[in-house]
């Protein structure tokens, strides 16, 4: 699902009055916030969409990593890394269908 197909959803399911130029600006606006919300995220934040679900900003461990090719080790750092857990009734749907 795109951007586009959420916005056509919305002109189609619903009894808006609002162009399609104006629901694809109500649309990115919504998602540059939750963008917004997780770039400047620290250590543990947690953005959570009622009935949806939650997006986790992890720390990842520093690791050793290995070139296939070559076989050499090189060590990536620490980094912030994004995890979603779904909500009880995003769980439910799913195991229904």
């Known amino acids: 699902m795109t951007k586009a197909d959420i916005v056509n959803w919305i002109l189609q399911n619903t009894n ?3 162009s399609k ?4 600006r109500i649309v990115n606006a919504v998602f540059e916030e939750i ?4 770039t400047s995220a620290t ?4 953005i959570q969409i009622s009935g ?3 997006f986790l900003i992890k720390k990842r461990a520093p690791k050793i990593g ?16 994004i995890s ?14």
């Open 43 to 46: 250590d543990e934040k947690k």
């Open 21 to 24: 130029k104006d629901v694809s």
């Open 66 to 81: 290995r070139n296939p090719r070559t076989k050499e080790e090189t060590l990536i750092p620490e980094r912030l890394g």
């Open 16 to 18: 808006t009055k609002l």
């Open 35 to 38: 963008e917004k919300e997780m």
């Open 52 to 54: 949806f679900g939650t």
């Open 84 to 97: 979603f857990k779904p909500g009880k009734k995003l769980k439910e749907k799913i195991k229904a269908s």
